[in-house]
């Protein structure tokens, strides 16, 4: 039986290192833009403890939750993916309290905004965050409720992560 030699194993290890790292380098190119929705986000409308965490881009997806404080009690929370999805296509998946998960497709993707649309949803058919001068972020949900437009905007401020704690 004849084995491979040590320099051929080398450059199949190295070959295969580099089809891994570009694989994954692919699935975080798209993502690698969103990079500006990292960090701590506290409401500026809302009670201490209010806002939006997001994990930067790694592993082909930025992992998120957010939490919504009133009288000093959790009212509600969502945990929030972005990835891409099996067409390539960057997705945002929501899973809010007591209801079901839902996906939104990226429609406009930039370095300093991003919507999502998903037309059948009941509410919201379209998310979208965008950065704001002085470390601050919009999210905004709207679609048709009840037969008319509506829209909610959620501003947030960049903090220390601590901060989310509520106090």
Request: charged share 20%.
């Amino acid at each position: 039986m004849r084995y491979p030699s040590i320099a051929t194993l080398a450059t199949l290890t190295a070959l295969t290192a580099l089809c891994l790292t570009s694989a994954a380098q692919s699935q975080e190119a798209p993502l690698s833009s969103l990079r500006w929705m990292s960090g701590c986000w506290a409401s500026e409308s809302g009670e201490p403890g209010s806002g939006e965490h997001w994990l930067p881009p790694a592993g082909g997806s930025m992992l998120g939750v957010a939490r919504t404080v009133k009288k000093g009690k959790t009212v509600a929370h969502e945990f929030l993916q972005i990835r891409l999805n099996a067409e390539g296509q960057i997705v945002y998946i929501a899973l809010p309290s007591g209801q079901r998960e839902a996906t939104f497709t990226g429609t406009s993707v930039s370095e300093t905004a991003v919507t999502f649309e998903n037309p059948q949803h009941d509410f919201p058919q379209r998310i979208s965050y965008r950065a704001l001068p002085g470390d601050r972020l919009l999210a905004r949900i709207e679609g048709q409720r009840g037969g008319a437009l509506r829209g909610i905007e959620f501003p947030m401020k960049r903090v220390a992560c601590e901060a989310l704690a509520g106090g």
